[in-house]
């Protein structure tokens, strides 16, 4: 049962332009605030509590490049305006990531003072909240398609801007995705909402789609073009959807009934993939801390359209 919360897509952009205008005109005595542009949309940081110059332009250019990023990945930016609140806290590091679709598009986020520019180019907290705008709100039961999607695309989307690199990529799904497996008792990833099934169960179902949809389209399409079509045809995380109405339109973008399949098979009963099949099938494989590519490997090709993008 969804929340009576459902937005039409064209009054949710008006309703970000005007919370974003209102935002700018309303900021707090002591608030600073700072206005970035992403393919078009705007990007509104305020500092409550101002940092020093060289975080604030350190700041600046990991917000800008989370972005880049995700409009690549999108071909857009999810929102065409969206509040990033940047807490500026004691200690270093970042951390507490949040995004909302409420009353406007937002992300708060922490970040510490003495945080350097090597944690701000590692982190990936920016770009996960920021892939969270691009997806409507579906119900509590579905939030493993909400995490894994931003837990698995967070990384394809750097790839492709070369933020990451194919070994660092690749590398870590290798080693996350088996925490996504069901274990003892799990009853499919609606009734299941573990930390292991949300976040890498999620992204273990994005990523069998993704390969499942490039497998019978022959590479032509892949889990973006579903994605962006959802985006485009049913909203950002301003608006409320079915779940099984979002697969449905991703679907229909791709061709092939993947998403759907992958769903109502996944959904309501444990299923655990054959994953060293599938990571040779891949080509990935792992020696130590080293990553090492077959690209002779039956899915090679589509292992290297996912990083790349495109067919």
Same mark, same amino acid.
């Given at each position: 049962?969804? $929340? $009576?919360?459902?937005?039409?897509?064209?009054?949710?952009?008006? =309703?970000?332009?005007?919370?974003?205008?209102?935002?700018?005109?309303?900021?707090?005595?002591?608030?600073?605030?700072?206005?970035?542009?992403?393919?078009?949309?705007?990007?509104?940081?305020?500092?409550?509590?101002?940092? !020093?110059?060289?975080?604030?332009?350190?700041?600046?250019?990991?917000?800008?490049?989370?972005?880049?990023?995700?409009?690549?990945?999108?071909?857009?930016?999810?929102?065409?305006?969206?509040?990033?609140?940047?807490?500026?806290?004691?200690?270093?590091?970042?951390?507490?990531?949040?995004?909302?679709?409420?009353?406007?598009?937002?992300?708060?986020?922490?970040?510490?003072?003495?945080? /350097?520019?090597?944690?701000?180019?590692?982190?990936?907290?920016?770009?996960?909240?920021?892939?969270?705008?691009?997806? $409507?709100?579906?119900?509590?039961?579905?939030?493993?398609?909400?995490?894994? @999607?931003?837990?698995?695309?967070?990384?394809?989307?750097? =790839?492709?801007?070369?933020?990451?690199?194919? %070994?660092?990529?690749?590398? *870590?799904?290798?080693?996350?995705?088996?925490?996504? =497996?069901?274990?003892?008792?799990?009853?499919?990833?609606?009734?299941?909402?573990?930390?292991?099934?949300?976040?890498?169960?999620?992204?273990?179902?994005?990523?069998?789609?993704?390969?499942?949809?490039?497998?019978?389209?022959?590479?032509? /399409?892949?889990?973006?073009?579903?994605?962006?079509?959802?985006?485009?045809?049913?909203?950002?995380?301003?608006?409320?959807?079915?779940?099984? *109405?979002?697969?449905?339109?991703?679907?229909?973008?791709?061709?092939? !009934?993947? @998403?759907?399949?992958?769903?109502?098979?996944?959904?309501? /009963?444990?299923?655990? $993939?054959?994953?060293?099949?599938?990571?040779?099938? =891949?080509?990935?494989? /792992?020696?130590?801390?080293?990553?090492?590519? %077959? *690209?002779?490997?039956?899915?090679?090709?589509?292992?290297?359209?996912?990083?790349?993008?495109?067919?």
């Amino acid at each position: 049962m969804l $929340p $009576p919360r459902r937005l039409s897509i064209r009054y949710s952009m008006v =309703l970000s332009l005007a919370f974003l205008c209102a935002c700018a005109a309303l900021s707090r005595a002591g608030e600073e605030t700072l206005l970035l542009n992403s393919a078009g949309a705007s990007i509104l940081v305020v500092f409550p509590n101002p940092p !020093p110059e060289p975080l604030r332009q350190e700041v600046k250019d990991w917000i800008t490049k989370a972005s880049a990023a995700v409009s690549h990945y999108y071909q857009r930016y999810p929102v065409p305006a969206v509040k990033v609140t940047v807490n500026v806290r004691g200690l270093s590091g970042i951390n507490s990531g949040r995004a909302s679709g409420w009353n406007g598009a937002n992300i708060a986020i922490a970040v510490g003072r003495a945080t /350097k520019v090597e944690q701000f180019n590692e982190d990936w907290i920016m770009t996960h909240e920021m892939v969270h705008l691009a997806f $409507p709100s579906v119900d509590q039961s579905h939030h493993w398609i909400e995490e894994g @999607l931003a837990t698995y695309i967070e990384p394809i989307a750097r =790839l492709r801007v070369g933020q990451l690199t194919p %070994d660092k990529v690749w590398g *870590d799904m290798y080693d996350g995705m088996v925490n996504g =497996l069901p274990e003892t008792g799990d009853r499919g990833l609606d009734y299941t909402p573990t930390w292991g099934r949300t976040y890498w169960g999620g992204a273990m179902f994005c990523l069998f789609a993704d390969v499942g949809i490039r497998e019978r389209t022959h590479n032509q /399409k892949g889990l973006e073009d579903a994605l962006r079509a959802i985006l485009r045809e049913k909203g950002n995380i301003q608006t409320e959807a079915r779940l099984t *109405d979002l697969l449905e339109t991703g679907d229909a973008a791709t061709g092939v !009934p993947v @998403l759907t399949s992958l769903y109502h098979e996944w959904a309501g /009963k444990p299923v655990t $993939p054959d994953l060293r099949s599938f990571w040779r099938d =891949l080509g990935v494989s /792992k020696d130590g801390n080293n990553v090492r590519f %077959d *690209d002779t490997a039956r899915l090679a090709s589509i292992r290297y359209a996912i990083g790349k993008g495109g067919p």
